[in-house]
């Protein structure tokens, strides 16, 4: 669908309410004119509720001010509590309601902020009037960034990374911040550990997958049945699937994930230790295959003090003592790398070993 957005000076207008009476808040950009509001299903801002009229009312752009008019709605529209007859300019923060169901109005302008349109205002309207797209035609890009053995540098595995090309949803954060008010985090991460796995079908051998995971996937308890269907679609695939270290804090349900995990055939990391409270019990109780270490520990590690890296020494050596893979993240140095190897950790990433690609530039 095209759409013209609704931008005015570099200004683009968002309402700020719910849908339905039952509805937490959304933010609904106003993407284009006129921009009909009303209970039918094809309009641009259908609500579902019966006090609003089929077609209630109206935005337009009337010499670059944003305007309101009610369309013979039954029951009224209003602005700050005054039911409107003519058409009305209105202003940030203005109090709409179309029958019984209110709207604040809210205005973002690249005037605002240093930075240019494509980066302030366009991009985050774009967002929510693409994020459909983003879903319903998985329009997404898998990156890949290798994993390798520090000892010879050969890469072993690959962790699946997400881009899109869509204006305001370009990078993973992009995209899970427009998903969150939504509430769709964890179909947008399903949608990407099958289209990360999906891509890598031009590579001549199988490669191995590290997958990452939404924290919400774990309360909402919807990942055995995405990681289930992963399997089935790809029986022989080798994959690890990464759980961050703020979702590693309910035993209970961790150790029913290592059981499916062990099930399926897929192999468990716990990613950024060390960022925040580290759950050092967990490593004992639900100890995973592997452990990756974020990058802020390893960062400058080379020229740390003595006990900075005394500390991260004894931690790399308490995970190798329980059996599992220590893995430094962010390894960009040289000097970075050997002390790495000193300290006893097996595999590493970073851009030092290869920088996030296409799939295709790792097929040979």
Avoid at 279 to 288: C, F, Q, S, Y
Wanted: proline share 5%; glycine share 6%; hydrophobic share 40%.
């Amino acid at each position: 669908m095209s759409v013209t957005t609704a931008s005015t000076s570099n200004a683009v207008w968002f309402l700020v309410g719910p849908y339905d009476s039952t509805e937490s808040v959304r933010h609904q950009p106003i993407f284009k004119f006129p921009f009909v509001v009303g209970r039918r299903g094809d309009l641009p801002l259908s609500l579902s509720c019966k006090t609003v009229s089929s077609t209630h009312a109206e935005f337009i752009e009337i010499d670059k001010t944003l305007v309101l008019r009610d369309l013979g709605s039954t029951n009224g529209t209003y602005v700050n509590g005054h039911r409107v007859s003519e058409p009305i300019a209105l202003a940030e923060d203005d109090l709409v309601q179309f029958a019984n169901m209110p709207y604040r109005i809210r205005k973002q302008s690249a005037q605002d902020s240093p930075h240019t349109v494509q980066e302030s205002a366009c991009d985050q309207a774009l967002a929510l009037v693409q994020f459909d797209k983003l879903m319903s035609d998985h329009a997404v890009t898998p990156f890949l960034q290798p994993i390798v053995r520090l000892d010879d540098r050969k890469t072993v595995a690959y962790e699946v990374l997400a881009r899109s090309r869509l204006f305001g949803l370009e990078t993973p954060a992009e995209m899970f911040g427009v998903a969150a008010q939504l509430n769709l985090e964890v179909e947008l991460s399903t949608m990407l550990r099958w289209e990360g796995v999906q891509s890598t079908l031009e590579m001549p051998k199988p490669p191995h997958l590290y997958l990452n995971t939404h924290p919400r996937e774990l309360v909402e308890q919807k990942l055995v049945g995405s990681l289930e269907a992963l399997r089935e679609a790809w029986p022989d695939r080798p994959l690890t699937l990464e759980i961050h270290e703020s979702a590693v804090n309910k035993g209970a349900h961790l150790a029913e994930l290592r059981s499916v995990l062990t099930r399926l055939n897929i192999r468990l990391a716990y990613d950024d230790f060390g960022v925040g409270q580290s759950r050092l019990n967990e490593l004992a109780e639900v100890a995973p295959d592997c452990v990756k270490f974020d990058m802020s520990l390893i960062r400058g590690i080379d020229t740390a003090t003595a006990q900075r890296q005394q500390v991260l020494a004894a931690l790399v050596q308490m995970v190798g003592n329980l059996g599992i893979t220590a893995l430094t993240e962010g390894v960009e140095t040289e000097a970075e790398h050997a002390t790495c190897m000193q300290m006893g950790f097996t595999l590493g990433q970073g851009f030092l070993y290869g920088r996030p690609a296409r799939p295709r530039q790792f097929v040979d």
